[in-house]
Every structure is written in C-alpha cells, then in structure tokens.
C-alpha cells in the first residue's frame, strides 16, 4: 500500500470533505477522489461515505484510520532520522558564512543537533560554490549569477566601494563613482567564470572595457593585487581589510546582495529549515 494513498486517505478522514482535504494537500479535488477509489479498490472495501456534506469513515476507515496514522508517523520518524543522519554541506564564498552571522549556526544546530555539517569554501569561478555539481546542499554566496535551476533568496544588500591604498590620491573621498577609477588597472576573474559574476565585479562593465589587472581566484589575491600593485578592486561593505587598504563607498555602483541559495530540484525540508532561519525564521 503506498504511502501517498495513505497520506491522502488520512487528509479527508481528518478534513470529512474533499475540497478541504485537496486544499490541504495542494492539490486538485478530481484526482484526490481518483486516488481514494483507488485504494478502496484494492482493499475491496468501502472507507468512506460520501454525502453532499461531506463524507464519514465507516467502520472499516476507521480501521485504517488508526493503522495509516501510526504507519506514517512511522515514515515520518524514520526520514526525520535519515535527515538527521546525513552530511550536510554548506558552500560558501570568502566569508560568507561568517558574513550570515553567528545566530544561523545557533539556531541551526539548536533545531538539528545530530546533523553533521560541512564546509565547502569555493573560488571566485564559482559563485554558487557548486551547487550545481552537487558539492553543496546550500550556499552562501553573493548575487548576481545564473539562477537557472536555482532558488535564491536575499539575505540583504551591502553598499560596494572601491579599495584602495591608504595613500591613494582618492582614498581621502567621502564617496567615489567609477568613473573615478576608469584608467586603473581592474583585477580580471579567470576565463569561464559565470558572466553575470564577471562583469559586475568588472565594476559593472562589460570585460574588456576596463584597463586589465592580474588575473585573481579569491578576495585574498584581490587585496593583494590592490596593496601590491594599486589595481582597482570592489569589496562589499563589511569585508575586512588588511593594513595598508581602505574602503571608500561608490554610489554608481549596485548593492551586493548576500543571499543564500539551493539547487530547486533538490530541496529538502532539511534545505528548507535552513533558508527560513537564514531569513530570520525558526
């Protein structure tokens, strides 16, 4: 007997009327009564009485009733377990996960103490920090990127600036745009990174259009391209800088969304409860 049948039996045992129980179920009400005489059918018995009120178990849905609720409370327990057992990966982009804030990982681990978790910290050719590969159950990352297939939801928005050299001519500015920085040198992300990516850390500007810097995989190697050889680079307000560098706001530049993200084809309850505390939920 199929759990699904089970769980749709149960719905309008508890409901007494179709329309409430297809409501519950997200679903339609035609298919719902298919699948009840369906399992009715295969037990050779009546489980429901149908009126224009609605509908009552007879004695023998009753029955099932019972045997249906402790099957499923059975299934329910045994996947909460498998869930619980299993590795969970979280991808991340430079510090994203610290970035997401101390509460997430309390929170997480309070609701589910038996799950092991594992990092998973990609380069900048990556920004879904392979989610797509299946490296990842989750990310933690910034937009913007290709989200076919991917659901992603916004954590919040960061002002970007231009980093500089504590001595640079425009590090003393209150705010700068990026015209300001048209003849430096711009670190470039390696060839094949995704293009949405790419070019908004071009300082939104198609590649190519920018004085070409060093070539930089990770925000260490762009800080340092910038300490070493004064090459433009944008951060997102909060990142922390090194001595030497300084942070000045661009207000022509788009706010960097922290956002965390999930392969839309392989959500989970477990990926679900992990969205919902990231936006502030338990």
């Known amino acids: 007997m199929e759990l699904r049948l089970l769980r749709y039996f149960v719905a309008v045992a508890e409901e007494r009327h179709f329309g409430r129980a297809a409501a519950r179920l997200h679903m339609t009400q ?3 009564s298919r699948a009840i005489r369906q399992l009715e059918n295969d037990l050779g018995v009546v489980l429901l009485l149908r009126s224009a009120a609605g509908v009552e178990p007879t004695a023998a849905g009753t029955t099932l009733y019972a045997e249906a609720r402790t099957l499923l409370d059975q299934a329910d327990r045994a996947r909460a377990r498998v869930t619980a057992a299993a ?3 979280i991808g991340t982009l430079a510090d994203g996960a610290g970035e997401a804030g101390t509460r997430l990982a309390a929170a997480f681990r309070r609701l589910h103490p038996e799950v092991s978790i ?4 990609a380069d900048f ?3 879904t920090t392979g989610l797509r590969a299946g490296l990842a159950d989750v990310a933690l990352t910034r937009s913007p990127f290709d989200e076919t297939g991917i659901s992603v939801r916004v954590l919040r928005s960061d002002p970007v600036g231009l980093v ?4 640079d001519p425009l590090a003393g500015r209150a705010s700068l745009k990026l015209a300001d920085a048209a003849d430096r040198p711009w670190f470039q992300l390696p060839e094949g990174t995704d293009p949405l990516w790419r070019a908004y850390w071009n300082g939104a500007a198609p590649v190519g259009e920018r004085p070409a810097g060093p070539v930089v995989r990770t925000v260490s190697e762009c800080l340092q391209a ?6 433009a680079g944008i951060a997102p ?3 922390a800088l090194p001595d030497g560098l300084t942070w000045v706001p661009l207000t022509d530049m788009p706010p960097s969304p922290l956002v965390v993200a999930w392969m839309t084809g392989r959500e989970s309850p477990l990926i679900r409860s992990f969205a919902r505390i990231a936006l502030g939920g338990v």
């Open 125 to 127: 050719t990556d920004p």
């Open 30 to 32: 035609p298919p719902l």
């Open 237 to 239: 307000l909060g990142h």
């Open 118 to 121: 594992r990092f998973r910290e």
């Open 164 to 167: 500089l050299r504590t001595g």
């Open 226 to 231: 910038v300490l070493w050889n004064g090459s």
């Open 87 to 89: 590795t969970f990966t």
